[in-house]
Nanobody, 119 residues
Framework: QVQLVESGGGLVQPGGSLTLSCKASGSNFLVYEMGWHRQAPGKQRELVAVISRNGSTNYRDSLKGRFAISRDLAADTVYLRMNSLKPEDTAVYYC?????????????WGQGTQVTVSS
């Protein structure tokens, strides 16, 4: 069984920065694309950013320039650096991965980490 474990969320003032981490752990798996989504109260979950194994990235247009996704392939870990945070960035941030486990293609989600931007 493979799981994603997120960390790095918390409370930050407007204009501040946070870095989220998400590590895939388990056995007999290969992760392809990894990414971050977020869900604010009363809103639908939305894509934040994704990164492929070759390092190509895709961002939500409104977040380009403030957020940066990166990845450590050897550690099966993805990061999300968030700068110039705004109150509207407040949400639960979820890690997601497309992967092969035991020869089968699938996808998994992390449990989510809360990010609160407030003074």
């Amino acid at each position: 069984q493979v799981q994603l474990v997120e960390s790095g969320g918390g409370l930050v003032q407007p204009g501040g920065s946070l870095t989220l981490s998400c590590k895939a752990s388990g056995s007999n798996f290969l992760v392809y694309e990894m990414g971050w989504h977020r869900q604010a109260p009363g809103k639908q979950r939305e894509l934040v950013a994704v990164i492929s194994r070759n390092g190509s990235t895709n961002y939500r247009d409104s977040l380009k320039g403030r957020f940066a996704i990166s990845r450590d392939l050897a550690a099966d870990t993805v990061y999300l650096r968030m700068n110039s945070l705004k109150p509207e960035d407040t949400a639960v941030y979820y890690c997601h991965a497309d992967l092969i486990v035991g020869g089968r293609l699938g996808d998994i989600w992390g449990q989510g980490t809360q990010v609160t931007v407030s003074s």
